[in-house]
């Protein structure tokens, strides 16, 4: 495996949001990892183990990552994201609808550094502003109002700033290390909304034109849909991207609503997927697979947007403490800025993506 991405991969980069790189990490490592998860005690956290984070920082994602994103902190921390065999449930979804009337196995398709609270199994009564104040006073911390101390189930704040005008945590780029067979669809794997992480970036840039409020809560993106079947769910997507993506073809709920047609990432042991932060994406259910599905889960920032803030490889929100503590920034350095900034250009942080880029779109 080469230590660089070739012309072409960036180029395919830049068009789909995302790259599968075959044989990115070695067998050892593989191996390696897959023993430790086998040998875990039952609740215990592998997030921070040295056999995890090696799959970035002892391969060759690494070098790669630094030709084509720029200099990051090596990751001290990943998401484990283990998912056993199932089939569909008629629980609730974090999208309001039941878990076996999602189609493609349940994606919930998203953007990352989204709040996430429980769903309700009931369906809800009330106002719509009724139904809010209930589902976010459900958190961790209880009920705190409409308030950026609001911290999901998820750990990730109801918004990043004070003045409550960014509702998304971001990075730059995602990785995804396969360490089981998922070549074939139904098992588990990652699924990406292809190539819609430019309809996000022209979003957000929209949303950034009208009143600089960006997420959701921001223009066009409302924070729950009351319309669904329990009337408490979670909008993951702004739905005018969404309607971008639904298709004749696109499968649908029993309501009639259509969902976009996410794209399975077949992998095999040792591979790895890089994406861009702005693409949409989920994991899905393990409906066919033989085992647990095994994807260890990197959120990569380039290290330019805050030299002196150390982002540990598994935070969506890195503005934010991993608790949703406040950190402390230098006087003119506001953070919020600079991450609008950073989903308003997503390849601003792709140094070594710039000359492609330019030359792709002047094309």
């Known amino acids: 495996m080469t230590a660089t991405l ?14 599968v790189l075959k044989n990115a990490v070695s067998e050892e490592l593989v191996a390696t990892a897959r023993e ?9 956290s592998l997030a921070r183990e040295k056999d995890m984070t090696d799959l970035v920082n002892a391969s060759s994602i690494t070098p790669i990552l630094h030709e084509a994103m720029g200099q990051f902190d090596p990751p001290v921390a990943c998401q484990v994201g283990v998912i056993k065999p199932s089939q569909p449930s008629d629980r609730f979804s974090a999208v309001g609808y039941h878990e076996r009337d999602m189609p493609y196995y349940g994606a919930g398709t998203h953007m990352d550094g989204n709040i996430t609270i429980a769903p309700p199994q009931e369906v809800q009564e009330g106002t719509p502003d009724e139904i809010y104040s209930r589902h976010f006073a459900s958190g961790p911390k209880g009920d705190l109002g409409r308030s950026p101390e609001v911290m999901g189930h998820n750990m990730v704040p109801l918004f990043q700033d004070p003045e409550m005008t960014l509702g998304l945590g971001s990075f730059t780029a995602f990785v995804f290390v396969c360490l089981n067979d998922q070549t074939r669809p139904g098992c588990g794997q990652t699924a990406l909304l292809k190539g819609a992480h430019h309809a996000m970036q022209e979003f957000f840039r929209k949303q950034y034109a009208t009143n600089g409020h960006l997420g959701p809560e921001g223009p066009d993106w409302p924070r729950l849909d009351y319309e669904v079947p329990n009337r408490c769910g979670m909008v993951y997507l702004p739905p005018s991207v969404r309607e971008q ?13 259509r969902w976009p047609r996410p794209t399975q990432i077949l992998m095999e042991p040792g591979d790895a997927c890089i994406t861009s932060y702005h693409i949409p994406h989920s994991g899905t259910r393990n409906e066919n697979g033989t085992e647990s599905r095994k994807n260890i889960i990197f ?16 935070s969506d929100h890195p503005d934010r403490g991993q608790m949703g503590e406040w950190l402390e920034y230098e006087e003119g350095n506001n953070p919020w800025e600079r991450s609008k900034y950073a989903m308003c250009n997503m390849w601003h942080e792709w140094e070594g ?4 880029v330019a030359g792709t779109e002047a094309a």
């Open 353 to 356: 993506m710039r000359e492609v």
């Open 36 to 44: 430790r998860i086998r040998n875990a005690e039952k609740g215990q």
């Open 6 to 19: 070739t012309d072409e991969q960036k180029r395919e980069l830049y068009r789909d949001g995302y790259i």
């Open 299 to 314: 959120r990569i920032r380039n290290k330019s947007r805050q030299p002196d803030k150390q982002v540990n490889g598994i």
């Open 245 to 257: 993506f639904v298709t004749e073809d696109s499968e649908a709920t029993p309501d009639g609503r």
